[in-house]
């Protein structure tokens, strides 16, 4: 999970909307269905996430799929969160995608994952607004996301846990769109090393935006190359450290 970084408060929209919050999830639900700039609202929140799912990293435009407009505290929860830009990301999928997925037998997840639209624990919940998200996380060839071995405490696995488990991000639809990217970079990787190919340029395609887009699966990309990516960010693009 990447953390995102808001370059600025949020439209005049919702600025607008959250001088007054509400008071009620009911008020809250109201309010937000009457609400008139989501279309453009939803634009700037994927440009700012370089087209990344807030949760999962996944490119579902490549797909032909959309995005929702996620709160990530949920505002049946906290009601006085629903209009705070720094409350809300893009998320796949938009709801009408959902049926699509649910006839390939595919589970949701992310934003619309069951456990996510109920009541969540956020003392364990790990937000992509929080700065150290991605440290949570470790990616596997196998396609699959766990809590990564760097963490040191309980508490900290147990978050990782939580939140992958909340957001069903092992999935099985996620966890092959994973292992097929991360059989693509290896085989790259491989080529490259067998030719004599510069990595550099190689790692510089997959973690560096194009057209104010990341590829998908930017975290798991990042962790595949290890230093060899940190050192090209360095360099190209610092503010996705």
């Known amino acids: 999970m990447r953390y995102i970084r808001k370059p600025f408060n949020g439209n005049s929209c919702v600025i607008t909307q959250h001088a007054t919050p509400p008071q009620t ?3 809250a639900t109201r309010r937000w269905l009457n609400l008139a700039c989501k279309q453009q609202l939803t634009k700037d929140l994927i440009d700012e996430q370089y087209g990344l799912c807030c949760y999962s990293e996944w490119r579902a435009d490549e797909e032909g799929l959309g995005y929702h407009i996620e709160h990530v505290k949920n505002k049946s929860q906290f009601p006085g969160h629903t209009f705070d ?8 999928l938009k709801s009408d995608d959902l049926q699509i997925l649910k006839q390939q037998a595919a589970e949701i997840f992310a934003g619309h994952a069951p456990s996510k639209q109920g009541t969540v624990d956020f003392s364990l919940f790990v937000s992509c607004f929080d700065v150290d998200a991605p ?7 196998d396609g699959r996301v766990v809590p990564s071995k760097q963490l040191i405490n309980q508490h900290d696995i147990d978050r990782a846990s939580y939140t992958i488990a909340t957001l069903n991000l092992n999935s099985p639809y996620l966890v092959n769109l994973r292992r097929k990217w991360w059989d693509e970079l290896d085989d790259l990787f491989i080529e490259h090393t067998t030719k004599g190919w510069n990595l550099s340029d190689l790692v510089q395609i997959d973690l560096t935006p194009c ?3 990341l590829s998908r699966f930017f975290s798991l990309t990042r962790q595949f190359y290890g230093n060899l990516a940190e050192q090209t960010l360095q360099q190209c693009e610092p503010g996705l450290l």
Request: charged share 20%; glycine share 0%.
């Open 211 to 213: 057209n104010q887009r």
């Open 135 to 141: 440290k949570f996380f470790a990616y596997l060839s």
């Open 25 to 27: 999830s009911d008020e």
């Open 85 to 92: 830009y720094f409350n809300l990301a893009a998320s796949a």
